[in-house]
């Protein structure tokens, strides 16, 4: 029984872990920032999947007769990406990269303008619910304390678009 309760709490402690891979995030930033961000986010997330993890499928990836596939679901490295981790990790190089690909939508206007069109920028709490929504994220009083500091509406779009707060699973 002991042993039983103890694997309960490791797997739900490692579960906590676990960062969204790049379709998680390609599919969130997709929806808060509309299609004109989709080349960006293909070449920055998807294409990158070393650094972002998440398997492709390789029965996707392949035409038939007359058929074209998503960019999306594409085995960028051929067949090698369908060995890649599931879920994401957190390091330094990713934590670049998405402040990159989020500053290059906070900048494109066309972007901004579909973010803006459903989201205030200069409201904390419709910041978050763009990139959380609804789910049970801890320590949503002290983020939103921080973003308020910030004076510059782009710069806190960009801090929130590229916090790994939202991105864990």
């Not at 891979?21 to 299609?35: A, P, Q, S, T």
């Not at 990269?97 to 906070?106: E, I, R, Y």
């Not at 419709?126 to 949503?140: K, M, P, Q, R, Y």
């Not at 983020?143 to 916090?163: G, V």
Request: net charge positive; aromatic share 12%; charged share 25%.
């Amino acid at each position: 029984m002991k042993l039983l309760i103890l694997l309960m709490l490791f797997s739900s402690a490692a579960h906590a872990q676990r960062m969204g891979n790049k379709y998680f995030i390609y599919n969130k930033l997709h929806r808060v920032f509309g299609g004109e961000a989709k080349a960006l986010l293909i070449t920055e997330v998807m294409k990158n999947s070393t650094l972002f993890s998440g398997t492709c499928d390789t029965y996707r990836s392949y035409v038939t007769k007359g058929s074209k596939v998503d960019e999306e679901h594409t085995c960028f490295r051929n067949n090698s990406d369908s060995y890649n981790q599931y879920w994401g990790k957190l390091t330094p190089r990713r934590i670049l990269v998405m402040t990159k690909v989020c500053t290059s939508l906070a900048n494109n206007k066309k972007t901004l303008s579909y973010f803006k069109k459903t989201y205030d920028l200069k409201k904390a709490d419709e910041l978050i619910s763009a990139f959380v929504g609804h789910t049970g994220i801890h320590n949503l009083e002290k983020l939103k304390k921080e973003l308020l500091k910030i004076k510059d509406d782009k710069q806190r779009l960009i801090r929130t678009c590229s916090s790994p707060f939202w991105q864990y699973i």
